[in-house]
């Protein structure tokens, strides 16, 4: 079945110490998200790739990035964690076409952070 | 800019009855709306979206939501809730112009259906 994967889906990491979470995608689409979700709030969008196009939020701290390889693996890497990126994080892919604001989004099950 | 509105932290309701989970929005221009859910330690799971056409929209698993342009809502509907219904749900709006189907969520009703 075509899907989205992340890696891992528990991560627990120190104060400080660089970390890196991986998505991949079998769905073949164009357009992959990071979203920040903390408590059963909303998603927060850091960042998306539409093709090889990076998209950052304007109020995505410095301390988080993106890369993407490829089209099938996109990684978010955080710096220098805090206690308060301590989060769920969510990949999600789409179908990007112009205009494409119709296309759903398919997500991965999500990788928890945990910042000691 | 755009915004979505869900009213509602949660709703309880009996297994059997009807579930019925509001949302409101507020775009410029003409609005695609989605609906998610959320189980505990999941991502979000499509449920369906409303582009155009018939203001009924039926989707994944029994649910389906009206869309009144009138009202700027997007109510998700359930005639008969189920215990497993019982999760997160939210929902989202796009527009045509959207940068790589950028998605605004509304901040989530958690649903908790009781048997």
């Known amino acids: 079945d075509a899907m989205v994967i992340q890696n891992p889906r528990y991560q627990v990491t120190q104060f400080g110490k660089p970390v890196t979470l991986s998505c991949s995608q079998t769905?073949?689409?164009?357009?992959m998200y990071w979203y920040q979700q903390k408590s059963s709030q909303a998603p927060k969008l850091l960042f998306h790739y539409y093709d090889k196009d990076f998209n950052n939020e304007a109020d995505t701290p410095d301390n988080f990035q993106s890369r993407r390889p490829n089209t099938s693996f996109c990684f978010l890497d955080i710096r220098s964690p805090g206690l308060g990126d301590a989060a769920m994080y969510l990949c999600a892919t789409s179908r990007g076409v112009v205009a494409g604001g119709r296309n759903e989004q398919f997500f991965g099950p999500g990788t928890r952070l945990t910042v000691l | 800019a755009q915004s979505v509105a869900q009213p509602e932290d949660q709703v309880n309701v009996a297994e059997g009855n009807p579930l019925t989970v509001k949302c409101t929005y507020s775009?410029?221009?003409?609005?695609?709306l989605f609906w998610y859910v959320q189980y505990p330690n999941r991502g979000l799971q499509f449920l369906l979206k409303?582009?155009?056409?018939?203001?009924l929209v039926k989707g994944s698993y029994g649910f389906e939501a009206e869309f009144n342009k009138s009202q700027t809502s997007f109510h998700l509907k359930k005639p008969s809730a189920l215990v497993s219904d019982s999760a997160l749900y939210f929902c989202a709006v796009s527009t045509l112009r959207a940068a790589g189907n950028k998605l605004t969520f509304g901040g989530g009703t958690r649903v908790l259906v009781k048997p």
């Open positions: 775009v410029s221009g003409n609005p695609y």
């Open positions: 409303y582009i155009t056409g018939d203001n």
């Open positions: 769905l073949n689409h164009n357009v």
